[in-house]
Every structure is written in structure tokens, then in C-alpha cells.
């Protein structure tokens, strides 16, 4: 992908000089990712008053909403001039998070009123370490990048690039590029009142895993259709998409299961299997429209049912 580091953008708001999420929790040693993939956060379980992604979300609990406790207290994470430390590979993957958030929402604000009769605002990026506190609970770095749809930010450590990487993903440009313009998908589907509906759903037990999955692969197939648009203003490179779906197989359900337990359930599926996950970015990449996209009459497979 053709890109010039050009700063950080406005959309974005770094946390990562903050002190921890706070709020009643403490990430002992500095945490550590677990193998989930990247997840839309979903609040059901607050509404049901079950923790429908318990165990995803881990240590979550006790601090959802109550606001309370002292901040961590930390090694200071800033430099004697108040900037934030980082390392150069780090400094760099901000300026790539940045143009790919700024380009993949001027995409939308072109593309959403023409394909879907609606007006595109911006969502936030938070980068953060550790922990923060997010409009759906405290999150942590162990959780994966995700996307708040109460509070309509984007939250990622930097840090789950490494992870990528031992699950066999790329961590490239155009990779770490899906991986953000998956989660503003989300945020497409929380602006189309998709999410909404999907969370209704989801309040029937038996519907969790399908609309869950439904939900996922629709975030990868609109990743497709701002890759398709890097496509048609020539900014796409050869090997981009490959790294793309080298990412996209590597958070399928089907090879983390596989990577931490050696088997797979296709019932508890929650982001559909690698091939998958593939098939719907490349349709949206393909066809570039969001109405290709509709994973919940389509079927995961892409071919109704
Ligand atoms: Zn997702």
C-alpha cells in the first residue's frame, strides 16, 4: 500500500501514557494477550445480566460501570517533556494507524450516503497499554483490539501485532491495515443499526454463536470494500491482499481453536472459520458494495442457508 507517514491523526487519542484503565482492577505484570482474534464488544450481557463474552472478557466484571478505585500506579510511561515513549517500530505504526483510520472514514463518508442512504461520522481510535477504561467496561490488551459501540472508539494496544504474529498472521501494512478497517466495520454496522439488531438476536442463547458470526465476517467484508477502494485510487500494492488474508485466516475460529485447545466446535464458533473469514473479505473486496455484504440472509458460506 502506498502511504506517507503524515502525523498523527485527530481521530485518534493516545493513552498510552495513561497510568492503566483504573477502576477497580489490576493488571498484574503488565498482562499478556490471549489467543481471541479481534471482537466487537458485545453488551448484551449487561442488558441480561449474563456475561455472554465472560470469558473473552475476562476480568471485566467488577469494574464494569462502577468507577471506582485509584488508577494503577505505573513506571511513568512518558519522557521528561511530557511525550510518550515509544519505539521507532512503534512510532511508525502510529503514523500507519493513522492514515489508514483517516483514509478508510473519508472511504465511507464517500461511499455510505451513495450505497446505504446514510451519512458516515467519525469514530475514535484509542491507543492505550495494558488497560483503560472504555463505554463497554474496563479493557484490556488480553481482549484484543475492539470496538465500543456505546462509545463508538476503536481501542488497541500495539502490542497485539506481536500477537498476530504467533498466531501465524502478518503484520505488514496492508495486514494491520485489516485488522482496523475490520473494526470500523463495526462501526459501519453500529451506524447501519446492524449491531443493534444483531445484540437483539443475540439475547436468544441459541442465536449467540450464528449472529455473532454473521456479524464478523459482514466487519471483514466491509475491511474488503476499503480495500477495494485502495483498488480503484491505485494505492494498492501486489502482496497487499495476500497479507490480508493471511491475517484473515489466522483469526479464524477454526485456527485459534485448533492453535489452543487442538480440535475445533463449530458451535461455539464467534467469528466464523478462516476460510470464511477470507471468502467474505474477498467479497467485499471484489464487488466493493456494501449491499454484497449481507451475511445474515447469505449464510457464512456465502451461498444462502
Ligand atoms: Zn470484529
Given at each position: 500500500m502506498q502511504w506517507t507517514p503524515g502525523g498523527t491523526s485527530s481521530d485518534i487519542e493516545d493513552r498510552r501514557g495513561?497510568?492503566?484503565?483504573?477502576?477497580?482492577?489490576?493488571?498484574?505484570?503488565?498482562?499478556?494477550f490471549?489467543?481471541?482474534?479481534f471482537?466487537?464488544?458485545?453488551?448484551?450481557?449487561?442488558?441480561?445480566?449474563?456475561?455472554?463474552?465472560?470469558?473473552?472478557?475476562?476480568?471485566?466484571?467488577?469494574?464494569?460501570?462502577?468507577?471506582?478505585?485509584?488508577?494503577?500506579?505505573?513506571?511513568?510511561a512518558?519522557?521528561?517533556?511530557?511525550s510518550i515513549q515509544e519505539s521507532a517500530s512503534e512510532h511508525r505504526d502510529v503514523q500507519l494507524v493513522s492514515f489508514v483510520l483517516d483514509d478508510a472514514?473519508?472511504?465511507?463518508?464517500?461511499?455510505?450516503?451513495?450505497?446505504?442512504?446514510?451519512?458516515?461520522?467519525?469514530?475514535k481510535l484509542v491507543l492505550f497499554r495494558d488497560?483503560t477504561?472504555?463505554?463497554?467496561?474496563?479493557?484490556?490488551s488480553?481482549?484484543g483490539p475492539f470496538?465500543?459501540?456505546?462509545?463508538?472508539?476503536v481501542y488497541i494496544d500495539l502490542g497485539f501485532w506481536d500477537e498476530l504474529r504467533k498466531l501465524?498472521g502478518n503484520t505488514g501494512d496492508f495486514a494491520q491495515a485489516y485488522v482496523i478497517t475490520h473494526e470500523i466495520?463495526?462501526?459501519?454496522?453500529?451506524?447501519?443499526?446492524?449491531?443493534?439488531?444483531?445484540?437483539?438476536?443475540?439475547?436468544?442463547?441459541?442465536?449467540?454463536?450464528?449472529?455473532?458470526?454473521?456479524?464478523?465476517?459482514?466487519?471483514?467484508?466491509?475491511?474488503?470494500?476499503?480495500?477495494?477502494?485502495?483498488?480503484?485510487?491505485?494505492?494498492?500494492?501486489?502482496?497487499d491482499?495476500?497479507q490480508a488474508?493471511q491475517n484473515?485466516?489466522a483469526?479464524?475460529?477454526?485456527?485459534?481453536?485448533?492453535?489452543?485447545?487442538?480440535?475445533?466446535?463449530?458451535?461455539?464458533?464467534?467469528?466464523?472459520?478462516?476460510?470464511?473469514?477470507?471468502?467474505?473479505?474477498?467479497?467485499?473486496?471484489?464487488?466493493?458494495?456494501?449491499?454484497?455484504?449481507?451475511?445474515?440472509?447469505?449464510?457464512?458460506?456465502?451461498?444462502?442457508?
Amino acid at each position: 500500500m502506498q502511504w506517507t507517514p503524515g502525523g498523527t491523526s485527530s481521530d485518534i487519542e493516545d493513552r498510552r501514557g495513561d497510568s492503566g484503565g483504573g477502576g477497580g482492577f489490576n493488571l498484574g505484570g503488565g498482562g499478556g494477550f490471549g489467543i481471541v482474534g479481534f471482537i466487537v464488544v458485545v453488551v448484551i450481557g449487561l442488558i441480561s445480566g449474563r456475561g455472554f463474552l465472560g470469558s473473552i472478557l475476562g476480568g471485566l466484571g467488577a469494574g464494569v460501570g462502577s468507577g471506582s478505585g485509584a488508577p494503577v500506579q505505573r513506571e511513568s510511561a512518558r519522557n521528561a517533556d511530557g511525550s510518550i515513549q515509544e519505539s521507532a517500530s512503534e512510532h511508525r505504526d502510529v503514523q500507519l494507524v493513522s492514515f489508514v483510520l483517516d483514509d478508510a472514514q473519508k472511504t465511507w463518508t464517500a461511499i455510505l450516503p451513495q450505497q446505504a442512504g446514510r451519512n458516515y461520522r467519525h469514530a475514535k481510535l484509542v491507543l492505550f497499554r495494558d488497560a483503560t477504561r472504555s463505554g463497554c467496561g474496563n479493557a484490556q490488551s488480553s481482549t484484543g483490539p475492539f470496538y465500543c459501540p456505546a462509545d463508538e472508539r476503536v481501542y488497541i494496544d500495539l502490542g497485539f501485532w506481536d500477537e498476530l504474529r504467533k498466531l501465524g498472521g502478518n503484520t505488514g501494512d496492508f495486514a494491520q491495515a485489516y485488522v482496523i478497517t475490520h473494526e470500523i466495520g463495526h462501526h459501519v454496522q453500529n451506524i447501519l443499526g446492524i449491531e443493534q439488531r444483531a445484540q437483539s438476536a443475540m439475547r436468544d442463547p441459541s442465536q449467540r454463536s450464528k449472529t455473532s458470526v454473521e456479524l464478523e465476517l459482514q466487519a471483514d467484508c466491509y475491511a474488503g470494500i476499503w480495500a477495494h477502494s485502495t483498488q480503484r485510487r491505485n494505492i494498492l500494492q501486489s502482496g497487499d491482499i495476500d497479507q490480508a488474508l493471511q491475517n484473515a485466516a489466522a483469526v479464524g475460529d477454526d485456527h485459534i481453536q485448533k492453535m489452543q485447545r487442538g480440535s475445533v466446535s463449530p458451535e461455539s464458533f464467534t467469528h466464523g472459520s478462516s476460510a470464511e473469514r477470507q471468502g467474505w473479505f474477498k467479497r467485499g473486496f471484489t464487488t466493493g458494495e456494501v449491499k454484497q455484504c449481507d451475511t445474515f440472509t447469505a449464510g457464512a458460506d456465502g451461498y444462502g442457508g
